[in-house]
T-cell receptor, first 114, second 112 residues
Framework: NAGVTQTPKFQVLKTGQSMTLQCAQD?????MYWYRQDPGMGLRLIYY???????DKGEVPNGYNVSRLNKREFSLRLESAAPSQTSVYFC?????????????FGNGTRLTVT | SQKIEQNSEALNIQEGKTATLTCNYT??????LQWYRQDPGRGPVFLLL?????KEKRKERLKVTFDTTLKQSLFHITASQPADSATYLC???????????FGSGTRLQVQP
């Protein structure tokens, strides 16, 4: 099993460009999440999807959109990238969607916006 | 405001000693607290979960305590090894209890 797979691993964008970060999990998990990680600030929740067909905003949703394409896939879109969105983005999934369920993370997408 | 605080300074210890990492929180009433390990360039990996009515949880060389009065969790690694060198993150259920909120992590360096 691959677990949680994120693509691409690295990306450089110019200000104003758009892109979609892809995430897929093969564990049949109900819930999926997007976090960003910045030095000294820890992981901050951008959006999450408690189950297929639902999405909700997290702590830092501005400038992002998400799509829960099916149970396996949860994508994150930057419509007009800004330097403040330079970060490492992690996708995660969990079973049952209960808050005590451990998260399974991908290995991240390192995004630089110039 | 809600805060989760972990020591931002790296913890350096000698191999074989016990490492103790601290997670303090304010303005939360978590039902659960989790600990994760993160290696450079990788995503966090789940280690342990402790519930609010549990004082202590153990798994092999790992031990977690949870004191809801002090609003603190301690994470211990006994007989530490260089392979334990990593950043350790605590996480708890945040506002609305729909997703985990993470601390910024403490880097542990175990010297051989």
């Amino acid at each position: 099993n691959a677990g949680v797979t994120q693509t691409p691993k690295f990306q450089v964008l110019k200000t104003g460009q758009s892109m979609t970060l892809q995430c897929a999990q093969d564990m049949n998990h109900n819930s999926m999440y997007w976090y960003r990680q910045d030095p000294g600030m820890g992981l901050r929740l951008i959006y999450y999807s408690a189950s297929e067909g639902t999405t909700d905003k997290g702590e830092v949703p501005n400038g992002y959109n998400v799509s829960r394409l099916n149970k396996r896939e949860f994508s994150l879109r930057l419509e007009s990238a800004a330097p403040s969105q330079t970060s490492v983005y992690f996708c995660a999934s969990s079973d049952k969607g209960q808050i005590n369920s451990p998260l399974h993370f991908g290995n991240g997408t390192r995004l630089t916006v110039t | 405001s809600q805060k989760i605080e972990q020591n931002s300074e790296a913890l350096n210890i000698q191999e074989g000693k016990t490492a103790t990492l601290t997670c303090n929180y304010t303005n939360y009433s978590p039902a659960y607290l989790q600990w994760y390990r993160q290696d450079p360039g990788r995503g966090p990996v789940f280690l342990l979960l402790i519930r609010e009515n549990e004082k202590e949880k153990r798994k092999e060389r790992l031990k977690v305590t949870f004191d809801t009065t002090l609003k603190q969790s301690l994470f211990h690694i006994t007989a530490s090894q260089p392979a334990d060198s990593a950043t350790y993150l605590c996480a708890l259920d945040g506002t609305g209890r729909r997703a985990l909120t993470f601390g910024s992590g403490t880097r542990l360096q175990v010297q051989p």
